[in-house]
């Protein structure tokens, strides 16, 4: 197995960060309007790192931004990565072993070496003690079961076939429920992590 260091992604800089937000066994993603598109894309909680945040307070402070939420760290049962163009077909399971004093490994690192500075992007698993609450800058939040994520990445599903299915979702007015969900690239990652885990638990 790969280990971190010597992939250089203990000396890489972390470029954005976010979390695998799971409240009462679901998985919190964004869902917005794409600019110009016939979809709604479906986001993870995160965005770009500000000054000389850590990667867990840059997760921490967009998830508080968006969803409203303090959230804790939670230690997966491994680490992920993936290079180049993000593919996550490529996933591979790495050892973690950058100090984790300060908290929990990661579950996700993406990083891409053709970069002059060797950005990353790190996810990690997160929990919350109450709802999430869409901030002014988010429209809607899904809430996603485990299987739910591999039937949006796997299928063509529209939000109304997914909420008259049962899943949760929190909206503001105005979504177009015609329309399908398109999963980005941290949810097509969690789908394949969520295979290569045989159904187990991400959480130790």
Same mark, same amino acid.
């Given at each position: 197995?790969?280990?971190?260091?010597?992939?250089?992604?203990?000396?890489?800089?972390?470029?954005?960060?976010?979390?695998?937000?799971?409240?009462?066994?679901?998985?919190?993603?964004?869902?917005?309007?794409?600019?110009?598109?016939?979809?709604?894309?479906?986001?993870?909680?995160?965005?770009?790192?500000?000054?000389?945040?850590?990667?867990?307070?840059?997760?921490?402070?967009?998830?508080?931004?968006?969803?409203?939420?303090?959230?804790?760290?939670?230690?997966?049962?491994?680490?992920?990565?993936?290079?180049?163009?993000?593919?996550?077909?490529?996933?591979?399971?790495?050892?973690?072993?950058?100090?984790? $004093?300060? @908290?929990? #490994?990661? +579950?996700?690192? =993406?990083? &891409?070496? /053709?970069?002059?500075?060797?950005?990353?992007?790190?996810?990690?698993?997160?929990?919350?003690?109450?709802?999430?609450?869409?901030?002014?800058?988010?429209?809607?939040?899904?809430?996603?079961?485990?299987?739910?994520?591999?039937?949006?990445?796997?299928?063509?599903?529209?939000?109304?076939?997914?909420?008259? $299915?049962? @899943?949760? #979702?929190? +909206?503001?007015? =105005?979504? &177009?429920? /015609?329309?399908?969900?398109?999963?980005?690239?941290?949810?097509?990652?969690?789908?394949?992590?969520?295979?290569?885990?045989?159904?187990?638990?991400?959480?130790?």
């Amino acid at each position: 197995m790969l280990d971190a260091r010597s992939l250089g992604l203990d000396k890489a800089r972390v470029g954005t960060a976010g979390a695998y937000l799971i409240v009462e066994n679901c998985y919190v993603f964004v869902v917005a309007p794409k600019h110009g598109g016939d979809s709604l894309a479906v986001i993870r909680l995160g965005g770009h790192c500000e000054g000389n945040e850590t990667a867990w307070e840059c997760a921490a402070r967009e998830v508080n931004e968006e969803a409203d939420l303090n959230i804790h760290r939670s230690s997966p049962l491994g680490t992920y990565w993936v290079d180049r163009g993000w593919d996550d077909t490529d996933l591979q399971e790495i050892v973690w072993t950058q100090d984790t $004093s300060e @908290g929990a #490994a990661p +579950l996700l690192i =993406g990083s &891409d070496n /053709r970069s002059h500075d060797h950005q990353i992007a790190v996810m990690y698993l997160a929990r919350a003690n109450e709802s999430p609450t869409p901030s002014s800058e988010v429209r809607g939040l899904l809430l996603l079961r485990p299987n739910e994520i591999g039937w949006i990445v796997e299928h063509t599903v529209t939000l109304g076939q997914f909420l008259s $299915s049962g @899943g949760k #979702a929190i +909206l503001e007015d =105005g979504f &177009d429920e /015609r329309k399908v969900l398109e999963p980005f690239f941290q949810l097509r990652a969690l789908s394949a992590i969520l295979k290569l885990s045989n159904g187990r638990a991400l959480l130790r």
